[in-house]
């Protein structure tokens, strides 16, 4: 503990004093110059000093002297560094240099490090018992691993897992991250037989793409929690393409985490009730709930957020419902939601919990319960605990009006049942485990490769400078790719003009294009279904003349195949700053702007990111076909994602597409790219 001080209320002293109050289990080594101890523990001037071999230095010395300090400890032999100290990275300037300087004597050493500017690290393992933070309050051991960014809220946090009641196997408050990220203790944590859940906190995302990677391993072994905030942040930015204007900056979060199955939570309040729920029962068999409660109204509001986020309400047996009429009070309701009414002791309350959770149709259950007679409290959560505990399904339990201190509500958690003080954080937190069972059920996803005409791509990006290829260009690279790209041909005139139309075959559309037609349709710039050489000559005429009227000069005209019938879709990719590239789904046409009914995947994608993308609109069963409607060609969609995601992989210099629209038909018939714009 290099920095250990004997001063009352300086971090230094705090971090020696954790340690003890947290009966670490192994050797403490205070290092401080003008001490000779520390807490009664002897103190060393330096490292250099200490006569045994050392596993872990935690430094919170003045950042000017850490780097130099980490240097002693490289001599050493020690292997990993805590940097508490602030003032690196974080306050730029002077604060970079040192923190450059610092990665680099840990590099030099072949040191881990974490930090600088974080609160400590937790190793929550009986046999080690290590609280390196300066958090007051010591943790609980127990099976969920917890990493943080910020390091006030990794405060607030393990305060508030203590009281309900959630121990912790691992814990880090990461800092600015100079070498040990999330991802890496992601990946430490993935074989960690005592972590049984995962917890993150993140403000940023250090390598997007790498999380992916990580996350859907981890994900198939134990459950991660994220909270990430920054959700709402403004992402206004100048844009040319519909889907660079659709990505707000929630976009990348949103692709990562569904793509990866880890669970979103959007408050530190629904983080830990999922992770109550988590760490402490099994994983529901299904989603078939049943709700037994001693009050209506919870009853109500409950199933409600039950049917909300997806799950069922399970439909009892005829022989559950008789036997619970059985035990139930007079004005009882068995059908599920059970109302057992306030009339319901403690005894007749368990005995329908039990009957509920012998029902084979029942995966699990939530129990509400609003004390009547607050006597009976105890006895109501001792039955409940009991019961659960019997039956090995899912239980999870309301405690309605109560506070987190009551007896009731400290008797429950403490023998595994999570409890919450309302009803919908019963149900959310239910739904977080089963959406989770659904997604390790999900088969795991393959990368696709298709073959590629290298020569006509690179053709179509020759010259390449920044800004927008034309669209004859853009569909050109998308044939290469093996997109089904509705025939075009590129003219400068009318004759041009009639003679392509030929060679695509009427009905014919034709397009006025050039860097003046972002969007052509609103300049009129756009006529479909042209029948023959007569209307085409009309329409020619009339749209030149209207473009000069309205002082735009087209770069040429675009003479293309009508493809009649098909829904719209938008196909994108938007080059994040942050995440990297993001591949958009959605239902496309003009309104896709203001429905912003879109799914996002981070690049590269596979089958099963395809599929989900595509499944995961709101207008899904438009695609499935609605009122008698023919289904539309979804695996066409799919493969043309999977296409997207091999192409930006291929072009780094392509900034965004819009693919808008690629008309697809029913299934069978395939989907076809009739706009396309490509920017570099
Ligand atoms: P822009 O997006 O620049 O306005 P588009 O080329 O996307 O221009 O054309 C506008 C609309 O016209 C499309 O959204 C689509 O509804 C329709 N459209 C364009 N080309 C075709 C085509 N080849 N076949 C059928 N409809 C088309
Ligand atoms: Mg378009």
Same mark, same amino acid.
């Given at each position: 503990?290099?920095?250990?001080?004997?001063?009352?209320?300086?971090?230094?002293?705090?971090?020696?004093?954790? !340690?003890?109050?947290?009966? *670490?289990?192994?050797?403490?080594?205070?290092?401080?110059?003008?001490?000779?101890?520390?807490?009664?523990?002897?103190?060393?001037?330096?490292? %250099?000093?200490?006569?045994?071999?050392?596993?872990?230095?935690?430094?919170?010395?003045?950042?000017?002297?850490?780097?130099?300090?980490?240097?002693?400890?490289?001599?050493?032999?020690?292997?990993?560094?805590?940097?508490?100290?602030?003032?690196?990275?974080?306050?730029?300037?002077?604060?970079?240099?040192? =923190?450059?300087?610092?990665?680099?004597?840990?590099?030099?050493?072949?040191?881990?490090?974490?930090?600088?500017?974080?609160?400590?690290?937790?190793?929550?393992?009986? =046999?080690?018992?290590?609280?390196?933070?300066?958090?007051?309050?010591?943790?609980?051991?127990?099976?969920?691993?917890?990493?943080?960014?910020?390091?006030?809220?990794?405060?607030?946090?393990?305060?508030?897992?203590?009281?309900?009641?959630?121990?912790?196997?691992?814990?880090?408050?990461?800092?600015?991250?100079?070498?040990?990220?999330?991802?890496?203790?992601?990946? #430490?944590?993935?074989?960690?037989?005592?972590? &049984?859940?995962?917890?993150?906190?993140?403000?940023?995302?250090?390598?997007?793409?790498? *999380?992916?990677?990580?996350?859907?391993? $981890?994900?198939? &072994?134990?459950?991660?929690?994220?909270?990430?905030?920054?959700?709402?942040?403004?992402?206004?930015?100048?844009?040319?393409?519909?889907?660079?204007?659709?990505?707000?900056?929630?976009?990348?979060?949103?692709?990562?985490?569904?793509?990866?199955?880890?669970?979103?939570?959007?408050?530190?309040?629904?983080?830990?009730?999922?992770?109550?729920?988590?760490?402490?029962?099994?994983?529901?068999?299904?989603?078939?709930?049943?709700?037994?409660?001693? /009050?209506?109204?919870?009853?109500?509001?409950?199933?409600?957020?039950?049917?909300?986020?997806?799950?069922?309400?399970?439909?009892?047996?005829?022989?559950?419902?008789?036997?619970?009429?059985?035990?139930?009070?007079?004005?009882?309701? $068995?059908?599920?939601?059970?109302?057992?009414?306030?009339?319901?002791? /403690?005894?007749? *309350?368990?005995?329908?919990?039990?009957?509920?959770?012998?029902?084979?149709?029942?995966?699990? +259950?939530?129990?509400?319960?609003?004390?009547?007679?607050?006597?009976?409290?105890?006895?109501?959560?001792?039955?409940?605990?009991?019961?659960?505990?019997?039956?090995?399904?899912? $239980?999870?339990?309301?405690?309605?009006?109560?506070?987190?201190?009551?007896?009731? @509500?400290?008797?429950?958690?403490?023998?595994?049942?999570?409890?919450?003080?309302?009803?919908?954080?019963? %149900?959310?937190?239910?739904?977080?485990?089963?959406?989770?069972? =659904?997604?390790?059920?999900?088969?795991?996803?393959?990368?696709?490769?298709?073959?590629?005409?290298?020569?006509?791509?690179? +053709?179509?990006?020759?010259?390449?400078?920044?800004?927008?290829?034309?669209? $004859?260009?853009?569909?050109?690279?998308?044939?290469?790719?093996?997109?089904?790209?509705?025939?075009?041909?590129?003219?400068?005139?009318?004759?041009?003009?009639?003679?392509?139309? =030929?060679?695509?075959? *009427?009905?014919?559309?034709?397009?006025?294009?050039?860097?003046?037609?972002?969007? &052509?349709?609103?300049?009129? +710039?756009?006529?479909?279904?042209?029948?023959?050489?007569?209307?085409?000559?009309?329409?020619?005429?009339?749209?030149?003349?209207?473009?000069?009227?309205?002082?735009?000069?087209?770069?040429?005209?675009?003479?293309?195949?009508?493809?009649?019938?098909?829904?719209?879709?938008?196909?994108?990719?938007?080059?994040?700053?942050?995440?990297?590239?993001?591949?958009? @789904?959605?239902?496309?046409?003009?309104?896709?702007?203001? !429905? &912003?009914?879109?799914?996002?995947?981070?690049?590269?994608?596979?089958?099963?990111?395809? #599929?989900?993308?595509?499944?995961?609109?709101?207008?899904?069963? !438009?695609?499935?076909?609605?009122?008698?409607?023919?289904?539309?060609?979804?695996?066409?969609?799919?493969? /043309?994602?999977?296409?997207?995601?091999?192409?930006?992989?291929?072009?780094?210099?392509?900034?965004?597409?819009?693919?808008?629209?690629?008309?697809?038909?029913?299934?069978?018939?395939?989907?076809?790219?009739?706009?396309?714009?490509?920017?570099?």
């Amino acid at each position: 503990m290099v920095g250990a001080s004997r001063q009352p209320g300086k971090i230094g002293y705090v971090l020696v004093h954790n !340690l003890i109050v947290g009966e *670490y289990r192994g050797t403490i080594y205070p290092v401080n110059p003008n001490a000779t101890s520390v807490h009664g523990i002897r103190a060393y001037p330096n490292v %250099a000093a200490i006569p045994d071999p050392v596993d872990l230095a935690v430094i919170c010395v003045p950042a000017e002297h850490v780097p130099a300090i980490a240097e002693e400890c490289g001599k050493k032999g020690i292997r990993g560094l805590v940097v508490i100290t602030a003032g690196f990275g974080e306050v730029g300037g002077r604060g970079e240099t040192l =923190e450059r300087q610092l990665v680099a004597v840990c590099r030099k050493h072949g040191m881990r490090m974490i930090g600088p500017n974080c609160m400590g690290i937790i190793n929550g393992d009986p =046999e080690v018992r290590m609280n390196a933070t300066f958090a007051p309050t010591p943790p609980l051991p127990g099976s969920v691993s917890f990493t943080s960014q910020s390091g006030a809220l990794g405060v607030a946090i393990l305060d508030h897992a203590r009281r309900l009641n959630i121990g912790i196997a691992k814990f880090a408050s990461l800092g600015n991250k100079a070498d040990v990220s999330g991802n890496d203790l992601l990946q #430490a944590w993935e074989d960690d037989s005592a972590t &049984k859940t995962i917890l993150m906190y993140i403000e940023s995302f250090g390598n997007p793409q790498n *999380y992916v990677r990580i996350a859907r391993d $981890v994900v198939r &072994k134990k459950p991660i929690l994220a909270l990430k905030s920054g959700r709402t942040e403004a992402g206004a930015r100048a844009t040319k393409s519909h889907t660079g204007a659709l990505g707000g900056s929630d976009a990348g979060a949103e692709a990562v985490f569904e793509q990866t199955g880890t669970l979103r939570a959007n408050s530190i309040e629904e983080l830990f009730d999922a992770a109550m729920a988590f760490s402490s029962q099994p994983l529901p068999r299904g989603s078939r709930v049943a709700i037994v409660s001693d /009050a209506g109204g919870p009853a109500v509001m409950c199933t409600d957020e039950i049917i909300a986020q997806g799950l069922e309400i399970a439909k009892l047996d005829a022989k559950t419902k008789a036997a619970v009429l059985e035990a139930a009070p007079e004005s009882a309701s $068995v059908e599920n939601p059970i109302d057992m009414t306030a009339h319901a002791d /403690a005894a007749k *309350y368990t005995r329908a919990l039990d009957l509920v959770l012998a029902d084979p149709a029942v995966d699990a +259950a939530i129990v509400i319960y609003v004390p009547p007679i607050v006597r009976e409290e105890l006895a109501f959560a001792r039955g409940v605990w009991e019961t659960a505990r019997r039956h090995g399904k899912t $239980v999870l339990c309301n405690f309605l009006g109560r506070s987190e201190t009551s007896e009731g @509500f400290v008797e429950l958690v403490s023998h595994g049942i999570p409890t919450y003080l309302f009803p919908e954080s019963a %149900a959310r937190a239910l739904a977080a485990m089963v959406h989770y069972r =659904e997604f390790r059920e999900r088969p795991v996803g393959q990368a696709r490769h298709f073959p590629v005409d290298t020569a006509r791509a690179a +053709a179509a990006l020759q010259g390449a400078g920044h800004g927008p290829r034309t669209e $004859v260009e853009g569909l050109s690279l998308l044939e290469a790719y093996g997109f089904t790209v509705a025939r075009s041909q590129a003219v400068k005139g009318l004759e041009e003009a009639l003679a392509a139309a =030929e060679k695509v075959g *009427y009905p014919v559309v034709l397009k006025a294009t050039g860097p003046d037609l972002l969007h &052509k349709s609103e300049a009129k +710039a756009v006529a479909l279904d042209l029948a023959d050489p007569g209307e085409l000559r009309r329409t020619f005429a009339s749209m030149e003349q209207r473009l000069a009227e309205n002082r735009i000069r087209p770069a040429g005209f675009l003479v293309q195949e009508f493809v009649r019938g098909g829904k719209e879709c938008i196909l994108g990719l938007q080059r994040d700053k942050r995440f990297g590239p993001l591949l958009l @789904f959605g239902l496309g046409g003009i309104y896709v702007e203001y !429905l &912003k009914d879109v799914a996002w995947g981070l690049a590269p994608i596979t089958d099963a990111d395809a #599929a989900r993308m595509v499944r995961s609109i709101r207008t899904y069963p !438009l695609l499935q076909g609605v009122r008698g409607e023919p289904p539309s060609d979804i695996r066409a969609l799919e493969e /043309a994602l999977l296409r997207l995601s091999q192409l930006v992989g291929d072009h780094p210099h392509i900034h965004e597409i819009d693919l808008n629209p690629v008309l697809v038909g029913e299934a069978g018939k395939g989907a076809t790219v009739v706009d396309a714009r490509v920017i570099l």
